[in-house]
């Protein structure tokens, strides 16, 4: 195998990859070929990931693992079913969408997860974690239902695996007994230790024909001795115990093989080659490195979870004289903007610093939520739960029984799998849990299963829930500070990225919940802005002399502050970055119709669809979500109504 130090500038040589349209020619190659199909993937995916940005050390470390599938499998009549799709760049590849992945997770190009409509070789599509088993179970029950000996095979790393789903998934499986091949791609959790030659020969000699035969051809013997067959098979558990973790995925109705090393692809070929025909629930334990064949990855597999677009380097300046102007006052210039997860970040260290009963929780996005300074500081006071965002809400919950101050730092799009816990752990007891909802609206590259789409519709109907929405950095660190001090439960959302670019006090004064602010005075128009599209309400009140309304808070809605732009202005305009079915502007229509006042209102929100993957200021305007979609959205609801 080659080792890449950095990633490619230019195209490299892939002879062999260049003649495979689908992967039907790659089950004829001999094992030399494959050796060599590997290490031109591994150049390719390199390459075409700099070209595009994207996921990376996923798919590094399953390319040998991507081949040996597709070599063992007929797919796409055999199934294969990948969980999350962060390591399935090389199924792509190998798939028919080579040259479209110089263009993924970008407007028009693949998508970043595998997706039924972009491919028939992509049989499920994913995006969050943890469903494979679920999915390619649902597969295998069928093609059982209709006599089909089409074989299943789920491919899940050991992150996705600490999710219940999952677990619930492989007990089903062992219940039914399933024609399933589960694949563990362990890449970084200690399960085992034991990969080498000695697991590596056991893997070959459990997965072989001839020991599945004589095991077979033994319980038949062995079942008229009484007690022999339970002897021999607690026996069998316990030779296998000593050198494999096969103890808990046998007692779960699995035949466990492994641990194999999941970059020996003669060992990974011919292991799958006998278990493939194998009946009933199978489970391959594959050891991959994250990064495989790229040093930078190998060692940093966290930062090189995914990269940018690599650009060139730009020319120098010209050089131009000296200016001898003085220099504007400091006062002038506006802060450099900040994420707003670093916002959050900073104040969950600093209010911890002032109460000892705050404890942050997150599903394993200690990086993405901004965490790390957390973490470190205060240890004990930090948990990741892994991927398990149900366990993460009513862990908070039970923190709260006993008079702690848990602090929930969540993706939007994951919350939803958490939706029960809130409404039923944490909203009808009235708890006190802070939710720091990250990645509210569009996200960008990661597509519709990673936009924040549906927060503000689904926590604005949980009675007693407070949900607000900042539409700076300031503000968004002022209202944590609210919920965390509201006695109740509470919720801050916030987008991906920066902010507009705001200073950002130092000390921890709350927000007023429920109090909208006006920025600008206008007539005719009242646009009611809510979070991120504050910023192009204020450039579409000034064009069109608007009066423009921060309402900072979704739930409990400023009643005054609507009543009053309802009476002086002849058309509100609601302005929110979620769906509008049910939303923020759905909360001003129910408030006005509640009040039995008759006014033209335009709700402008995401629309009733999902939104593809691309850079959110793309996808902003294909909504009609930018200044300008806004103004001539504006501009014809007022034609049309003179």
């Known amino acids: 195998m080659k080792l890449f130090d950095e990633i490619p500038a230019e195209r490299p040589a892939t002879p062999l990859l260049d003649t495979l349209e689908t992967p039907a020619a790659l089950r004829a190659m001999s094992q030399g070929q494959l050796l060599q199909l590997a290490d031109e993937l591994r150049a390719y995916l390199l390459y075409s990931v700099g070209c595009s940005g994207g996921h990376f050390g996923a798919g590094l470390g399953v390319v040998e693992l991507t081949v040996a599938l597709h070599h063992a499998l007929e797919t796409p009549y055999d199934r294969l079913a990948w969980d999350v799709g962060h390591q399935a760049y090389p199924h792509k590849i190998l798939t028919g969408r080579r040259e479209a992945m110089l263009h993924i997770r970008q407007y028009g190009g693949p998508a970043a997860f595998p997706r039924r409509a972009e491919s028939e070789y992509d049989t499920f599509g994913v995006g969050h974690s943890s469903t494979s088993i679920s999915a390619a179970l649902g597969m295998a029950l069928a093609a059982r239902t209709r006599g089909e000996k089409r074989r299943v095979c789920a491919v899940i790393g050991d992150g996705a695996l600490t999710a219940g789903m999952a677990f619930e998934a492989l007990a089903h499986a062992g219940h039914v007994h399933a024609n399933l091949l589960v694949i563990l791609n362990d890449n970084e959790m200690s399960i085992s230790e034991n ?66 090393d999941g970059h020996d692809l003669p060992t990974l070929v011919h292991t799958l080659r006998n278990m493939r025909d194998l009946d009933g629930p199978q489970f391959l334990h594959v050891k991959t490195r994250k990064g495989r064949g790229f040093q930078p990855a190998e060692s940093d597999p966290i930062g090189y979870h995914a990269i940018t677009k690599l650009e060139k380097e730009p020319s120098p300046p010209p050089q131009v004289e000296t200016s001898t102007a003085k220099p504007r006052n400091d006062s002038a210039v506006r802060p450099k903007p900040r994420k707003y997860c670093n916002v959050f970040g900073d104040w969950v260290c600093d209010m911890a610093a002032e109460d000892e009963r705050l404890i942050g929780i997150t599903p394993a996005m200690r990086e993405g939520s901004d965490l790390i300074r957390f973490s470190q500081e205060y240890p004990e006071r930090y948990y990741d739960v892994a991927i398990a965002e149900q366990h993460a809400v009513t862990l908070a919950a039970g923190m709260a029984c006993e008079a702690m101050k848990p602090v929930v730092a969540i993706y939007s799009t994951f919350l939803q799998r958490g939706y029960d816990q809130l409404i039923h752990d944490v909203a009808v007891q009235g708890l006190d849990v802070t939710f720091a909802i990250d990645r509210a609206g569009l996200v960008g590259e990661d597509g519709p299963t990673h936009h924040g789409a549906f927060d503000l519709s689904y926590l604005r109907c949980v009675p007693g829930l407070v949900v607000l929405a900042p539409a700076d950095e300031a503000e968004c660190r002022a209202m944590l500070s609210a919920a965390y001090r509201h006695p109740g439960p509470a919720a801050v959302r916030y987008p991906r990225g920066k902010g507009p670019g705001v200073a950002i006090p130092d000390s921890l004064e709350p927000i007023a919940i429920g109090k909208a602010e006006i920025r600008r005075e206008g007539r005719g128009v009242a646009l009611l802005a809510f979070g991120s599209l504050n910023t192009p309400a204020a450039e579409v009140a000034e064009r069109l002399e608007a009066t423009h309304l921060n309402m900072r808070s979704i739930k409990p809605l400023d009643r005054d502050a609507v009543l009053a732009a309802a009476r002086d202005h002849e058309l509100l305009v609601t302005l929110e970055e979620n769906v509008v079915a ?55 609801r007022l034609d049309r109504g003179r």
Do not use: W
């Open 582 to 636: 049910g939303g923020a502007g759905s909360a001003v229509n129910e408030l006005l119709a509640a009040q039995g006042v008759q006014a033209a209102v335009l709700n402008l929100g995401l629309p009733d669809a999902f939104v593809e993957h691309g850079k959110p200021a793309e996808l902003l305007a294909e909504c009609g979500l930018n200044a300008d979609g806004i103004e001539a959205a504006i501009r014809q």
């Open 195 to 260: 990969v080498g030659g000695m697991a590596s020969y056991l893997a070959r000699i459990l997965a072989s024909k001839p020991y599945t035969v004589m095991r077979e051809n033994s319980k038949k013997v062995l079942s008229h001795l009484p007690g022999a067959l339970e002897f021999a098979k607690r026996t069998e558990e316990h030779m296998k115990g000593m050198i494999s973790p096969a103890t808990l995925f046998e007692e779960m109705g699995f035949n466990y093989i492994g641990p194999i």
